[in-house]
C-alpha cells in the first residue's frame, strides 16, 4: 500500500495506491487521487496458458477523473521463442487522465488535442537474432476523431559491445493526425550495465521538424548506504511532437521504519511549463499466518 501527498500546476492532492492484490489468480492494481480534483485507476493482470504458445500475460487497465477524461487498455505480453512480444488496444477522450504524476515526464502516448475521442493500437517486439544482437520495433497507430495518426520508435542493440556497455542505434519517428504535421530522428546510445548496480544509459539524437534539431536522453541512479536508491531522468528534444519537448524526473526511495519513503518531482515543458511534486510511504501489507487448529 502506498500514501501518497502531492502538488504541481494541476494542484494539490492525496493519493493511496494498492498494489499486486491477489484474486482468485488475478493481480489487482487499485490508485486513487483526492484533492482539486479526483482520479481513479484500476490494474488487472492475469497469466493463462495457451497451448503451443506457452504463457502469456493479460492485463486491463482503466483510468478516470472528475473532469470527464478516461482511459481504458487491453494487452497481451508474452515470450514466443526469440521474440519477446506486447499488442495493446487503447481508448481514450483526452491527452492523459493522469493519476500520477509520473505521467508528466513520460514518453509514453502521444499527447493529442485535448477532448479528442481516440483509439489506437500499440505493438513491441524484441527480436533475439543472436547472442549479441537485438531488434526492437514498436510501432503504433491511432485514430483520433476520423483522422489517423501514427508513431514507429525502432532499435539495434549490440550487447557488450564495450566491455560492460551496450550499443544502441534508434529510429524515432510520428505523424500528427491526418499527417498535417511530423518528425523523424536517429539517435545512438550506450547503456552501462554496472555489475550490483543499476544501469547507466544515455543517447544523442539528430532530428527533423521544420529544419534540423538536436536531442538527448539520459537516466543515471545508485544505491544509498542502509539501503534505498535515488534516480534522476532527463530528455531534451527540441524535434519531438508528441510529447513534451522538455522532460525530467527525479525519485528516492529509502526504507524507514517497516515501509520505504518514497520522493518523486517531475518537470515538463511545452510552451508552458508544468511541475509536480509527492511524497509517499509504501507500506508491504502481507496476510497473517494461519492460526488454530487444522
Do not use: K
Request: charged residues 20%; hydrophobic residues 45%; contains cysteine.
Amino acid at each position: 500500500m502506498t500514501v501518497e501527498v502531492g502538488a504541481g500546476t494541476y494542484g494539490g492532492q492525496v493519493s493511496l495506491a494498492l498494489a499486486n492484490l491477489q484474486a482468485q489468480g488475478t493481480t489487482v492494481d487499485l490508485a486513487v487521487r483526492m484533492g482539486a480534483s479526483w482520479g481513479i485507476a484500476l490494474d488487472l493482470r492475469r497469466s493463462e496458458t495457451f497451448g503451443p504458445l506457452g504463457n502469456i500475460v493479460l492485463e486491463i487497465g482503466a483510468a478516470a477523473d472528475s473532469a470527464r477524461r478516461a482511459q481504458g487498455e487491453f494487452a497481451v505480453r508474452g515470450v514466443f521463442g526469440p521474440v519477446a512480444g506486447r499488442a495493446t488496444v487503447v481508448a481514450f477522450n483526452d491527452a492523459e487522465p493522469a493519476v500520477s504524476i509520473r505521467d508528466l515526464a513520460s514518453d509514453g502516448r502521444p499527447r493529442f488535442q485535448q477532448g479528442a475521442f481516440g483509439v489506437g493500437l500499440e505493438v513491441a517486439a524484441d527480436i533475439r537474432a543472436n547472442l549479441d544482437l537485438v531488434i526492437g520495433v514498436a510501432p503504433d497507430l491511432y485514430l483520433i476523431e476520423g483522422l489517423v495518426s501514427g508513431r514507429l520508435g525502432a532499435n539495434v542493440r549490440y550487447l557488450r559491445a564495450l566491455g560492460e556497455a551496450d550499443l544502441t542505434v534508434l529510429l524515432h519517428g510520428y505523424a500528427r493526425p491526418g499527417f498535417e504535421a511530423g518528425h523523424a530522428a536517429v539517435g545512438v546510445g550506450l547503456e552501462w550495465r554496472r555489475r550490483r548496480a543499476p544501469a547507466w544509459s544515455g543517447s544523442v539524437w539528430l532530428g527533423y521538424c521544420n529544419g534540423l534539431l538536436p536531442g538527448f536522453r539520459g537516466r543515471i541512479a545508485e544505491r544509498l548506504a542502509g539501503g534505498g536508491q535515488v534516480s534522476l531522468e532527463a530528455a531534451v528534444e527540441l524535434y519531438r511532437l508528441d510529447v513534451h519537448p522538455f522532460r525530467m524526473s527525479a525519485e528516492l526511495v529509502r526504507p524507514v521504519g517497516p515501509g520505504s519513503l518514497e520522493l518523486n518531482a517531475a518537470l515538463a515543458w511545452s510552451g508552458r511549463l508544468e511541475a509536480a511534486a509527492t511524497v509517499g510511504y509504501q507500506i508491504p501489507l502481507e496476510a497473517e499466518p494461519a492460526t488454530g487448529l487444522e
